[in-house]
């Protein structure tokens, strides 16, 4: 399984990025897809999760509100839109996806595909 993340970026506090992540190697309808994150000097955090069926979402208390997850399984794509960014949101995101179909899963040990990353940075 390879997981490909792309569209991170500059971005001034308030404003918006779309983080991508294309995966191959299996089926991508059938297992859920999350993002994390890692900021400098820190351990990597859950951000959100999506279902394979789309159907059912998780977010971190930090992001709730502002980020949304999506899934588009048609393009073995999933998104994560960041809205109303804020410096404390820098930091190098990951996509990742488990070996197992299970949801929810929210740490770090139950994910065993990752993407490379893609840094974010908010500031002015």
């Known amino acids: 399984v390879q997981l490909q993340a792309s569209g991170g970026g500059l971005v001034q506090p308030g404003g918006s990025l779309r983080l991508s992540c294309t995966a191959s190697?299996?089926?991508?309808?059938?297992?859920?897809m999350a993002w994390f994150r890692q900021a400098p000097g820190k351990e990597r955090d859950f951000v959100s999760v999506?279902?394979?069926?789309?159907?059912?979402?998780y977010y971190a208390e930090s992001v709730k509100g502002r980020f949304t997850i999506s899934r588009d399984n048609a393009q073995n794509t999933s998104y994560l839109q960041m809205n109303s960014l804020k410096p404390d949101d820098t930091a190098v995101y990951y996509c990742?996806?488990?070996?197992?179909?299970?949801?929810?899963?929210?740490?770090?040990?139950?994910?065993?595909?990752w993407g490379q990353g893609t840094l974010v940075t908010v500031s002015s």
């Open positions: 190697g299996r089926s991508f309808s059938n297992y859920p």
């Open positions: 999506i279902s394979w069926t789309t159907t059912s979402t």
């Open positions: 990742a996806t488990p070996a197992k179909r299970r949801f929810p899963m929210r740490s770090v040990e139950q994910y065993e595909y």
